[in-house]
């Protein structure tokens, strides 16, 4: 699927920028469903970053430094830790916290300092040794979430899902704030941790089978529609979860 783009594109430099986009996104078939990622796709993925490479070293996560590389950094390490894990059978259920050699892995999440939405960052919990005091308040961590909508899925264990499983109420609050403000494509993305969470059996505030539906119903775009097939598929009632 991957390879058959890249060669059929009038710009494959494009078509790999592309890639590079979808990210993590590219082995959702692999980890919902019965496809297989074959060594073309992986090659495909490979000189993608060969083509765009991801940062050398992890930039600092805000508010020493910007969250936009922080965030490509945290997407690219997803992506470099699923191509792992969908290529190669014998690798670990638990990912390199380097991601490979492609892609290594940023440090903390977006941390959430509310005591009634999550744990603040003095609390000595696995989610707060990772976090930073960037985002406190649950409207901008959402948000921030929702930007890292591609880790959640399954095989990406590390502090960015420790951070959500900690607060489901908060992403919950999240997903109806941007719902009610018509932001459909920030509400998709945020209820992707919902549906991944629902899928791990964590109890939620809310079930978000029908807030999947109604974003399907008036979203629009290629990306919110990707974001609610992703979460629907990720709902399904015989989808297991490693």
């Given at each position: 699927m991957v390879a058959e783009h890249v060669e059929a594109a009038a710009d494959p430099k494009a078509a790999l920028a592309a890639v590079r986009v979808i990210g993590a996104d590219l082995f959702a078939p692999c980890l919902l469903g019965d496809a297989a990622f074959s060594p073309q796709d992986a090659a495909a993925v490979v000189q993608s970053f060969v083509v765009f490479p991801a940062a050398v070293s992890t930039p600092p996560p805000p508010p020493e430094g910007a969250a936009e590389p922080w965030l490509v950094a945290w997407r690219d390490w997803a992506t470099a830790t699923l191509l792992a894990r969908c290529t190669d059978p014998t690798a670990s259920a638990t990912p390199d916290p380097d991601g490979g050699v492609l892609a290594p892995r940023p440090t903390r999440a977006p941390a959430?300092?509310?005591?009634?939405?999550?744990?603040?960052?003095?609390?000595?919990?696995?989610?707060a040794a990772h976090v930073t005091d960037a985002d406190t308040g649950w409207q901008l961590w959402s948000v921030r979430m929702g930007q890292l909508a591609p880790l959640a899925l399954p095989g990406l264990e590390g502090?960015?899902?420790?951070?959500?499983?900690?607060?489901?109420?908060?992403?919950?609050?999240?997903?109806?704030?941007?719902?009610l403000r018509r932001d459909f494509p920030t509400a998709a993305r945020i209820v992707r941790w919902l549906a991944l969470l629902s899928a791990e059996g964590v109890p939620l505030p809310f079930d978000p089978a029908p807030l999947v539906?109604?974003?399907?119903?008036?979203?629009?775009?290629?990306?919110?529609?990707l974001d609610v097939a992703i979460a629907g598929r990720l709902l399904a009632p015989d989808l297991e979860t490693p």
């Open positions: 959430l300092a509310e005591p009634d939405h999550g744990p603040a960052t003095t609390t000595a919990t696995p989610a502090p960015v899902l420790d951070a959500a499983r900690a607060a489901p109420l908060a992403l919950a609050r999240g997903a109806t704030r941007a719902v539906e109604h974003l399907r119903l008036h979203g629009g775009g290629p990306r919110l529609a």
